[in-house]
C-alpha cells in the first residue's frame, strides 16, 4: 500500500517509497520492511522498518545536518577505532562551522574550514587511516591529534592533515620559524629556540636576544632570524 507514496520524515525532507522488500524479523517479531529514496539528495535507504517510516524516524545519510555541513555518508560504523573518529570529525566540522563553539574564533572565525569532501564523514573515516603517523594514532590515541598546521594550511583535508603529537601540534600551531646562520654562511631552519640552542652548545637565551634585537650576534658568531611561515620549516615525518 505504500509503494510509490511521497512521505516525510521529521527531520530529512521528503521520501518516496520505492518498493516492499519483505517481512523481517526484528527482536521478537516480523516487521515489514521497504526501500525508500530521499527527494533532495536522492540517497536510497535500502531496508527500513515500517514503525521508523510511520513514525517519520528516517534518515538520510547525505543531507547536510551537522551545522548545515556535515553528513554521515554510507559508512557504518561499527568498531571503536571508527567511533573515535566519528567524534574527531563531529569536534571538527563543530570548531570550523558554529559559531557558538569556544574555539570557533581560532578556527571558523579565522577563515579555517573543512574540504567539501571531509564534509561526508565517511571519506573522512577512510581517509584519517591513511594520513602520515596513523599506526602510531591508533597505537596511542590520546598522544596524537589531527594537524593541519603541519602544512601551513588553513583546510582540513586528505592532502593537508596529518596525525602529530600534542607537543608538536602546539609547536607548529604557535611558533614563529627562525633560521641560524653559522660564522661560515651555513644556514638551518628551526621551530624551537630550545631545539636550535641544544643543537649549538650555547643558551635560550641567547638565540631569544638576537632573535628579538637586543644583540646583533652571539659571541660564537651565530645570527638567527625569523622567516615567513610560507617557508617550509617543518621536521620531516616518516
Given at each position: 500500500e505504500?509503494?510509490g ?6 527531520n530529512?525532507?521528503?521520501f ?6 519483505g ?8 516487521q515489514?520492511?521497504y ?7 536522492g540517497?536510497?535507504?535500502?531496508d ?6 510511520k513514525?517519520?524516524?528516517v534518515?538520510?545519510r547525505?543531507?547536510?545536518?551537522l ?10 560504523v561499527?568498531?571503536?577505532?571508527d ?7 563531529r ?18 572565525g579565522n577563515?579555517?574550514?573543512?574540504d567539501?569532501?571531509?564534509?561526508n ?17 591508533s597505537k596511542?590515541?590520546?598522544d596524537y591529534s589531527?594537524?593541519?598546521?603541519y ?5 582540513y ?8 603529537t ?9 611558533s614563529?620559524?627562525?633560521k641560524?646562520?653559522?660564522k661560515?654562511?651555513n ?41 615567513d ?10
Amino acid at each position: 500500500e505504500l509503494v510509490g507514496n511521497i512521505l516525510e520524515s521529521n527531520n530529512f525532507g521528503k521520501f518516496k517509497v520505492l518498493e516492499y522488500v519483505g517481512k523481517k524479523w526484528t527482536d521478537t517479531y516480523n516487521q515489514k520492511h521497504y526501500k525508500i529514496q530521499f527527494i533532495e539528495t536522492g540517497y536510497i535507504a535500502e531496508d527500513v522498518r515500517l514503525e521508523y517510516i510511520k513514525r517519520g524516524k528516517v534518515r538520510d545519510r547525505f543531507k547536510p545536518s551537522l551545522y548545515k555541513v556535515g553528513y554521515l555518508g554510507d559508512y557504518n560504523v561499527e568498531t571503536e577505532i571508527d567511533k573515535k573518529l566519528r567524534d574527531t570529525w563531529r569536534k571538527m566540522i563543530e570548531r570550523c562551522y558554529d559559531e557558538s563553539h569556544r574555539q570557533y574564533k581560532d578556527y571558523g572565525g579565522n577563515g579555517v574550514f573543512v574540504d567539501t569532501s571531509w564534509h561526508n564523514m565517511s571519506t573522512f573515516i577512510t581517509d584519517a587511516k591513511t594520513l602520515i603517523n596513523w599506526d602510531e594514532k591508533s597505537k596511542n590515541w590520546n598522544d596524537y591529534s589531527l594537524d593541519k598546521d603541519y602544512y601551513a594550511s588553513n583546510c582540513y583535508s586528505k592532502d593537508t592533515c596529518v596525525w602529530l603529537t600534542i607537543g608538536d601540534n602546539a609547536l607548529y600551531s604557535k611558533s614563529k620559524p627562525f633560521k641560524s646562520i653559522d660564522k661560515c654562511g651555513n644556514e638551518m631552519i628551526w621551530i624551537s629556540q630550545v631545539d636550535c640552542a641544544k643543537h649549538f652548545n650555547i643558551k635560550q637565551q641567547s638565540v631569544s636576544e638576537v632573535l628579538t634585537g637586543r644583540n646583533k650576534k652571539t659571541r660564537d658568531g651565530m645570527y638567527f632570524e625569523f622567516i615567513d611561515k610560507s617557508v617550509n620549516y617543518r621536521y620531516e615525518l616518516k
